[in-house]
């Protein structure tokens, strides 16, 4: 038998940082993480796979980042949970002992229940390294490439399988526009004519039917009667919760995932959760939140980490932050877009601003950035920003998530200390920030 104090089981965004946390604030206890995956890919990294960094084996986290930690690494699948006993079961036939048990099991693609997806050379958005490496191989000699789905991840991988390869790529969106669960419809125009000018067909707002061939998927059935071509069929529609684990153990769980409360704690005192498998609120409404993200899963289990042996620290709910990037133009979205704003019953005030993200604008690397902030009127405070520009978008939302869990105010943001430079950012003058909570203001002065 095996023994820890603290046992994590997952090895990907929340597990590894709910580990190194552990081992910050406890550094007393011994921690081990069990994983079943012999090399674990940077799930984000995933659709660079197929292009820019142009293989699995180049989108690893390296193994040092827990055993560097002073953590034990276990490469076994955790079968079952003995919560009696407190111990962990693994495929193995290990048993491995625990004080405090982290579950970060994260999700798995969801199945649809479309015919034909079975074919082959149907493939999913998996995480593991072997099935990743066969998609790149099947990739190689195709030509027609269908992607179901406009998310982030289909739009990713859109643009990904363009970079090295003549190759025809058609994204089918049920919604509209590609991306329109995050973004303004302005910002999805924008990225759709970025993805159209590389060369990406969009067929939106229709549904994909069924998938046709005999063994191997040859096109795919619209709900429109059309019919397109494909030797090559991606699904990139979303997750769903990975709690066999948890269910199985008697664990409280609901559509979401493991239910937690804000110390992230199950309904097992000795067990905590964190990432992708557990059940999410809404910073803004506190109601379930579907965001499945790994900047928030990283937040989780920094707080599960934390609170093992102690309340420390609490979770305030989920902001949703991200950014992609299509062709050299990133977007960016933190919290609420002002659609969702008022179907959350907010009277949204918008403050917009674009300027150059240099000075003078003539400085190498200058990209507009357009900068639309989100403001409650009733408290003045900034609920959602969503930023489209040079690649600096990635660090401007984060200002702007930070600036929403703070509940700064249009006042605070206009007169926020900031620092500019001419080489790296927009000028102090026509700060895009600064500017669109100058802009809000007026308006919520009127
Ligand atoms: C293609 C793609 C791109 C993405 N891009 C972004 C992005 O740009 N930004 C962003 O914020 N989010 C992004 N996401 C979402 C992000 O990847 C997830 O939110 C994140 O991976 C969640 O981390 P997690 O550790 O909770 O779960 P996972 O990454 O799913 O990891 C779960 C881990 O648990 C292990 N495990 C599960 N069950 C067992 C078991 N029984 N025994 C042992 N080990 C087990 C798995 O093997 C794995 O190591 C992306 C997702 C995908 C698929």
Redo the contacts with the bound molecule.
Sequence with gaps: MKKADVVI???????IPAAITCRRHYPQKSVML????EK?QI??G??YIFGTVNSPENNLIPDTAVTGNGIELLV????KIDRNQKNVITKSGETVSYDKLIL????KPLDLPIPGLDKKNVFK?K?ETPYLHNLLEEMEDKNDIVILGGG??GV?FADECKKNRDVNVTIVELLPHCLMLAFEDEFCQEAEQLLKERGIQLITGVKLEEALGDEKVTGVKLSDGREIKADLLLVAVG?KP?ID?AENAGLETDRGGIIVDSSMMTSDENIFA????TSKKSFFTQKPSGL??????AMESRIAGANLFGKRRENKGAVGV?S?VVGDKAFGMAGLSEKIAKEHGYDPVIGQAESPNRHPGGMPGMAKMKVKLVFNKKTGEIIGGQVRGGHSVGELVNTISACIQKNMTADDIATFQLGTHPAVTASPIAYQLVNAAEIALTKMRC
Excluded: M, W
Aim: proline content about 5%; charged content about 25%; overall charge negative.
């Design positions: 089981i997952g090895g990907s965004a929340a597990g069990i994983r079943k995956e674990v799930p984000c995933i659709p076994d699948e955790a079968e970060a099991t994260g999700s958005v995480k982030f991840i990713e997750v990975n684990l964190c990432g992708d498998c499945k993200l790994a900047s928030i899963a991200f992609t």
